[in-house]
């Protein structure tokens, strides 16, 4: 059993910066794909960001591209989104996922952008 705790989260100004973590538990870190997604008020999930196991490898969606940047550390069993040039339209709840065998997802931290 994988827990994800995400943190970071808060409320910004449009055009402001975040940055989001999200620790994982346990020793097998390293072998996990990550990724970040966001659920907005009355709206589904959806995909944000990407990263492979090593961190060689990042794919975002559309929305964020530019915007944001997926990052890991394997050493602390952390992945990271930094989140630049918000806007209200990326208020929503942030996600944690992990997938190795089995998929894994956080609580979610609340990210509010304000016009």
């Known amino acids: 059993q994988v827990q994800l705790i995400e943190s970071g989260g808060g409320l910004v100004q449009a055009g402001g910066s975040l940055s989001l973590s999200c620790l994982a538990s346990?020793?097998?870190?390293?072998?996990?794909?990550m990724g970040w997604f966001r659920q907005a008020p009355g709206k589904e999930r959806e995909f944000v960001a990407h990263?492979?196991?090593?961190?060689?490898?990042?794919h975002y969606a559309d929305s964020v591209k530019g915007r944001f940047t997926i990052s890991r550390d394997n050493g602390k069993n952390t992945v990271y989104l930094q989140m630049n040039s918000l806007n209200p339209e990326d208020t929503a709840v942030y996600y944690c996922?992990?997938?190795?065998?089995?998929?894994?997802w956080g609580k979610g931290t609340l990210v509010t952008v304000s016009s």
């Open positions: 996922n992990a997938k190795f065998l089995r998929e894994y």
């Open positions: 346990g020793r097998l870190f390293a072998k996990y794909a």
């Open positions: 990263i492979n196991w090593s961190g060689g490898r990042t």
